[in-house]
């Protein structure tokens, strides 16, 4: 186990669906993470909170919607999604420093959540 | 174009063996990641090595790093069946602070 929760593991919706993807990490970590992997594709960076802060959105579409209500926990909200969003959803967290920033330190990952839209 | 490709593709070996992937990357980076993937799985950290160093180890792992060819290695050594997964190389994006770049991963095969 990394440390870092994520529910559900599963999920299958239709596209007028809204659900909502939860993470949780249990290491103290300062940042959160959403990827997205699709099947044939690099992970792709989606969104990053920095102290509960977004600090990236890396061109997402608004039908995805993130929430970092605190530094222990992270949503994405689904709204409208489309066949082509069904993928393998990662949550992921680090500590950032003022000396190794935000990427000078490792990410632990969850689990992933695997969705489905029909 | 992404920052890290990761070679080969695929590697199949008998356990015992040794295997080395190789990740190549375009842009100056800070540091470079490796991690490990177990299939429909969430990634987990191996290596993390910073651009002022060229070698790492951590157990039957190594890792190089060669910043004037941007490319970097991974070996494990006495490879087991549970060393099967996905390996991926991740660096840090030119001009951000907050996007680790993950290239598309070595499929790794250590057969019994």
Redesign the interface.
């Known amino acids: 186990e990394t440390g870092v929760t994520q529910t559900p593991r599963h999920l299958v919706m239709g596209m007028t669906n809204k659900k909502s993807l939860k993470c949780e990490q249990h290491l103290g970590h300062n940042a959160m993470y959403w990827y997205k992997q699709s099947a044939k594709k690099p992970l792709e960076l989606m969104f990053v909170y920095s102290l509960e802060e977004r600090v990236e959105n890396n061109s997402v579409p608004s039908r995805f919607s993130p929430e970092c209500p605190n530094s222990s926990h992270l949503f994405l909200h689904l709204h409208t999604l489309q066949p082509e969003d069904s993928a393998l959803y990662l949550c992921a967290s680090s500590r950032q420093t003022l000396t190794s920033g935000l990427l000078g330190n490792e990410q632990f990952f969850g689990p992933g959540t695997r969705l489905t839209v029909l | 174009s992404?920052q890290g490709e990761e070679d080969p593709q695929a590697l199949s070996i008998q356990e015992g063996e040794n295997a080395t992937m190789n990740c190549s990357y375009k842009t100056s980076i800070?540091?470079l990641?490796w991690?490990r993937q177990n299939s429909?799985?969430?990634?987990?950290?191996l290596i993390?090595i910073?651009s002022n160093e060229r070698e790492k180890h951590s157990g039957r792992l190594r890792v190089t790093l060669d910043t004037s060819k941007k490319s970097s290695s991974l070996l494990i050594t006495a490879s087991r069946a549970a060393d099967t997964a996905s390996y991926?190389c991740a660096t840090?994006a030119a001009g951000?602070?907050?996007?680790?770049?993950?290239?598309?991963?070595t499929l790794l095969t250590v057969n019994p």
């Open positions: 992404q800070n540091n990641q991690y429909g799985r969430g990634l987990v950290h993390l910073r991926f840090d951000s602070n907050y996007k680790l770049t993950f290239g598309k991963g």
